[in-house]
């Protein structure tokens, strides 16, 4: 899916990847975050909030947060993505992590988790 937004990119919003024009697949994992981003004018901005504004055709506000709704942070198929506000997306963490604050579902593991800071 070509853009007017990003130029000599090409979207798959389907399989969630961004292309360049040679047809090489951009972005990489964040090693802070786990979100796939892509390098923008000198940004780097997360590649599903570049993949939602292009397959809904929408400019995202700031303040509007992108779920992933099965919590993997690099899949970005545009059906596990979707638009939320920043409370909701706290909601929904807290209700699919058991109810309980800072829990976490390891997926290596395949076990629940939680981090304790000090």
Aim: net charge positive; aromatic share 12%; hydrophobic share 35%.
């Amino acid at each position: 899916m070509e853009n007017p937004g990003y130029p000599n990119w090409l979207i798959y919003p389907i399989i969630g990847i961004i292309k360049n024009k040679r047809g090489k697949i951009i972005g990489c994992k964040s090693k802070s975050s786990g979100y796939v981003v892509v390098d923008y004018k000198c940004k780097q901005i997360p590649a599903h909030r570049i993949i939602y504004e292009v397959f809904h055709n929408v400019k995202l506000l700031p303040i509007e947060q992108i779920n992933h709704i099965d919590r993997v942070r690099d899949n970005n198929n545009i059906h596990n993505l979707e638009i939320v506000t920043h409370q909701q997306n706290a909601q929904w963490t807290v209700a699919k992590s058991g109810n309980y604050k800072g829990v976490f579902f390891n997926k290596e593991r395949l076990k629940w988790s939680s981090v304790l800071m000090y």
